[in-house]
């Protein structure tokens, strides 16, 4: 799944969906000089396609 991100997503998916502790929306957009908003929708787009990946693969995330 992490080879259809960009370099942008990758890290997004690994410090705030995959981290013990995650990184700050504010973090994030301080280290990308973006704002919280879009590092929230750039987060959502993520969730999106990590859904869509399952279901390509037959995978129901509930399941998992």
Same mark, same amino acid.
């Given at each position: 799944f992490s080879e259809t991100l960009n370099g942008r997503e990758l890290n997004i998916f690994k410090t +705030? =969906? =995959?981290a013990e502790v995650p990184d700050t929306l504010q973090t994030i957009a301080d280290e990308y000089g973006i704002t919280r908003e879009r590092? +929230?929708?750039i987060e959502e787009r993520i969730k999106e396609k990590l859904k869509k990946?399952?279901?390509e693969h037959g995978l129901n995330p509930k399941e998992i």
């Open positions: +705030r =969906l =995959l590092v +929230r929708q990946y399952f279901e």
